[in-house]
């Protein structure tokens, strides 16, 4: 007697630990339960995947959904819709709201402001800070939230911890993986009065290759005396490459899009303010040893760190303007970009984008296309080619710094838990995202 499945999505190429080649996948209460050859199996659902390629769903782990306090810039509907029209079926979104998340309370009332408006599945960090540092242990085994994350710069109020005190305090009061801004509050300070107003190319002045080392080096030297282990996001230099290849067994690596793509000075002239963020856009020397650092496998996790800024608030002259880009709507056509003009294979790009956030936040049952897996599936056309657009965002901030650049790949379908939450450039199954699960804090509720 076939075998009866929920959903079989057919015929599709298959890319995977196991290598990429035909096949199809089978799909039982929201899990995958086989992959291979189905074709004599039936299911309540078929989807028809001949001419398209199957990548396990693709989670983004740095995103600021602004909400709440910051809604006119995003919020979580809106963030989930751009991720889920994005292909990506889950995302970890950042502290730095208002109220920030530093307390139970302000994780709870974003787990219930998630519930029937997020589209993906998701997950919070809490904020790091000198105060709640000997609570950090409790907060980061609750349910729905991914770990903790510190902002060594590049922030303000309590969420700013620039000193190896209190850096060190936080690392002693937790078990789990922290996530990391890494620059040198101290430096920056020092340098901002070399911001030229109105000249945003100043902006990697200002926050120059020394902040960002000094501060991962101090980072790596605290994390290693106490025994703990760091994830340092959205690298940009070639010094941060080189030195955090030593040091793989305490510290993992972001890399995003935006810093593999673009490139100072250019990119200041062309966009201004939209391409500002934090740690700035540097030029091709930085750029290129990123790449270095995909190819040789430095790099453990490709994030967004979409964080939406609206026109107006870009257009102010530097430094006045806010620093932030959105992006995770267009984090897998840039990156399938770069994939057909021969940057990285596909194989690489599944490894960052899904297999590598599975292993370093330890995500149970996601970010693999394997037997007893959440069915969370990407689906991408690869001979597409489109010009991304700003009127095309779904982020409420309305642009995107890759306006007008041709996409070599493009994503047709979100599945997420066996659903189908996006064909085809449109949300067709709305609010159904759940918290993620995490295999260190599974026995919490």
């Known amino acids: 007697m076939s075998a009866a499945y929920d959903l079989i999505v057919r015929g599709g190429e298959v890319v995977s630990h196991a290598g990429r080649g035909l096949a199809d996948v089978g799909v039982r209460d929201g899990r995958v339960v086989a992959v291979g050859d189905l074709g004599q199996a039936s299911a309540g659902e078929v989807f028809d995947a001949q001419g398209l ?15 709440p306090g910051l809604e006119w810039k995003e919020d979580l509907e809106s963030g989930s819709r751009a991720a889920v029209l994005g292909g990506v079926t889950a995302v970890f979104e950042m502290p730095n709201t208002e109220p920030a998340t530093t307390h139970a309370a302000a994780l709870e009332d974003k787990l219930a402001r998630a519930r029937g408006r997020m589209h993906c599945d998701h997950a919070f960090y809490v904020g790091g800070t000198h105060e709640n540092a000997a609570e950090l242990g409790e907060l ?20 700013l911890v620039p000193d190896d005190a209190g850096v060190a305090d936080i690392l002693r009061h937790i078990s789990r993986r922290a996530a990391f801004h890494s620059e040198d509050e101290y430096r920056l300070a020092e340098r901002r009065p070399l911001a ?5 190319s100043s902006h990697p002045e200002v926050r120059d290759a020394q902040s960002a080392i000094q501060s991962t080096e101090r ?24 030195y955090l ?4 067994d305490v510290a993992t690596v972001e890399v995003t899009p935006q810093h593999l793509t673009l490139e100072g000075p250019r990119a200041y002239e062309q966009l201004k303010g939209f391409a500002q963020m934090n740690p700035p856009i540097r030029d091709a020397a930085h750029r290129a040893a990123l790449w270095a650092g995909v ?11 979409h964080a ?19 992006g995770v709507q267009t984090l897998l056509p840039v990156m399938l970009t770069h994939v057909a003009e021969g940057r990285l294979t596909l194989e690489r790009l599944v490894d960052l984008a899904s297999h590598g956030p599975n292993r370093v936040f330890g995500v149970a049952n996601k970010g693999r296309l394997a037997e007893g897996y959440d069915a969370d599936l ?24 890759f306006d007008g650049l041709e996409a070599k790949g493009w994503p047709v379908a979100t599945i997420i838990r066996g659903r189908t939450v996006m064909r085809d450039g449109e949300v067709v199954l709305e609010g159904q995202g759940e918290p993620v699960r995490f295999q260190e804090a599974l026995g919490e509720r």
């Open 53 to 67: 390629t199957v990548l396990p769903g693709v989670i983004d782990s740095q995103v600021h959904f602004r909400e």
């Open 140 to 159: 980061e085994m609750l349910a729905g939230c991914c770990g903790v994350k510190v902002f060594m710069g590049a922030s303000t109020g309590s969420l």
């Open 196 to 200: 030229r107003t109105g000249d945003w």
């Open 219 to 242: 980072l790596v030297r605290i994390a290693r005396a106490l025994g703990k282990r760091i994830h340092v996001l959205h690298v940009t230099t070639a010094e941060e490459i080189a």
């Open 245 to 248: 290849a030593d040091h793989k």
């Open 295 to 305: 190819q040789n496998g430095v790099a453990d996790v490709l994030g967004s760190d």
């Open 308 to 326: 939406p800024h609206t026109r107006e608030e870009k257009a102010r002259p530097y430094p006045a303007s806010p620093s932030g880009m959105p």
């Open 378 to 401: 990407t689906i991408v056309d690869l001979k597409a080619r489109r010009i991304i657009r700003h009127e095309e965002m779904a982020t409420r901030s309305g642009w995107t710094p």
